[in-house]
């Protein structure tokens, strides 16, 4: 489907959704590295604010979604060091988030204007940074979105890109009844990293932690990584003892996928670190 086709689709999402509420995740304060700030017109006349994260030799692209009710900044940690790394990293400012100044936190609202906030994203991608690759990531509410761009399907029909090289999946919003069904994941054939821990909860939605595991276990078999942390909870993307672990086998995937690297993929195949299960399908 065309970015235009997404966009359109994106539009009409609000009225058939049922509305749910998330979690917020808890907005920390950012590194010393800042990204720039762009301002994007969206298709429904709102504009975007988009945290750019600008590889100093760059080798590829990702578009990151943060999770209900956080911002950019508060991953700034982990977006630069993938920056760092040679992958641009581009992510919208939602409408869902604590800090927008026109903040809608419904779950429709937020649901629909999301995939538009990523749909334009992506636009911008093709635009400023033709035949880079593509990844795209996501935290929580926006891991979802992140798999929905991947090739996951929900009620709102098919909106994966085919531009899309794999995805980096942090936790995940559980199985949202009416918006997670159970083919969701059965189209996500794209390479896939699923972070999660043995602590990672979101009450009302993941009370078990395993909901987590739902897009690893149910999409097709084939380059796909499960890392499970003990001890993880649903901020273990932020938190000081994982980074070390989630910067080694984020990096190898990133190399893998949107790079083309057999040494990086055998590394990711072989990825092991202390306190981490590591499942592969």
């Known amino acids: 489907m065309s970015i235009r086709a997404l966009l359109a689709s994106a539009v009409l999402l609000a009225a058939p959704l049922p509305a749910f509420a998330l979690q ?7 590194t010393t590295v800042a990204p720039t700030i762009q301002s994007i017109p969206a298709p429904d006349g709102r504009t975007v604010s988009m945290h750019v994260w600008t590889a100093p030799d760059e080798k ?3 578009v990151f979604s943060h ?10 940690r982990l977006l630069a060091e993938w920056a760092g790394h040679g992958f641009t990293v581009i992510a919208p400012l939602h409408v869902d988030s604590q800090l927008h100044p026109q903040r809608r936190a419904d779950g429709a609202t937020a649901f629909s204007t999301r995939l538009m906030d990523l749909g334009v994203a992506r636009a911008a991608v093709e635009q400023a940074h033709p035949g880079k690759p593509l990844i795209v990531a996501g935290h929580s509410f926006g891991s979802l979105m992140s798999l929905i761009e991947a090739g996951a399907l929900t009620p709102a029909g098919p909106l994966g890109d085919p531009a899309v090289k794999g995805v980096i999946a942090f936790s995940s919003p559980g199985n949202i009844p009416g918006v997670v069904t159970g083919q969701t994941y059965a ?12 602590k990672d909860l979101v009450p009302g939605f993941a009370d078990d932690w395993q909901d987590h595991r739902t897009p690893f276990d149910a999409s097709p078999a084939g380059d796909k990584t499960l890392l499970v ?3 993880g909870d ?5 938190a000081d003892e994982t980074f070390a672990p989630i910067v080694a086998a984020s990096e190898a995937f990133l190399d893998a996928y949107a ?8 590394r990711l195949a072989a990825f092991a670190a202390p306190g981490v299960i590591v499942e592969r399908r």
Do not use: C, R, S
């Open 24 to 30: 917020p995740t808890t907005i920390e304060a950012a």
């Open 60 to 62: 590829g692209v990702i």
């Open 67 to 76: 999770g209900f009710g956080g911002a950019p900044e508060a991953y700034d």
């Open 187 to 198: 189209p996500l054939a794209a390479p896939l990293l699923m972070i999660t821990g043995d």
């Open 229 to 231: 942390f003990h001890d």
């Open 234 to 238: 649903h901020q273990l993307v932020k």
């Open 259 to 266: 790079l083309g690297d057999a040494e990086a993929k055998a």
